[in-house]
Nanobody
Framework: EVQLVESGGGDVQAGGSLTLSCAAS????????IGWFRQAPGKEREGVSC???????YYSDSAKERFTISRDNAKNTAYLQMNDLKPEDTAIYYC??????????????????????WGQGTQVTVSS
């Protein structure tokens, strides 16, 4: 059974940092890209970032220059380091396993239909 478990969310003041983790199991982690999505209250879920099996990274415009995605294949874990957090970053953050070839399209709404597995999410709250 494919499982993705996020951790690392919490409350932080604007300008602060958090690092989210996504622990994967039930599949060959090295063979798959891993993406991060988020959903703010009253808004659609949106793609934030994705890292391919080969380590190529993609970011939404809102994440560029502030967020860094990475992966540790030895630990079957992906990470999202978030710096200079803003109140508008407040959301539930989900990690996901996209269909092959869809990592690069994570920032497009159509990518939501091409996710093979979702984690349960972790709350990030940024106060001003």
């Amino acid at each position: 059974e494919v499982q993705l478990v996020e951790s690392g969310g919490g409350d932080v003041q604007a300008g602060g940092s958090l690092t989210l983790s996504c622990a994967a199991s039930g599949f060959t982690f090295d063979d798959h890209g891993i993406g991060w999505f988020r959903q703010a209250p009253g808004k659609e879920r949106e793609g934030v970032s994705c890292i391919t099996s080969r380590g190529h990274t993609y970011y939404s415009d809102s994440a560029k220059e502030r967020f860094t995605i990475s992966r540790d294949n030895a630990k079957n874990t992906a990470y999202l380091q978030m710096n200079d957090l803003k109140p508008e970053d407040t959301a539930i953050y989900y990690c996901a396993r996209p269909e092959p070839g869809w990592c690069r399209y994570t920032s497009y709404s159509s990518s939501l239909s091409h996710v093979q597995a979702w984690g349960q999410g972790t709350q990030v709250t940024v106060s001003s």
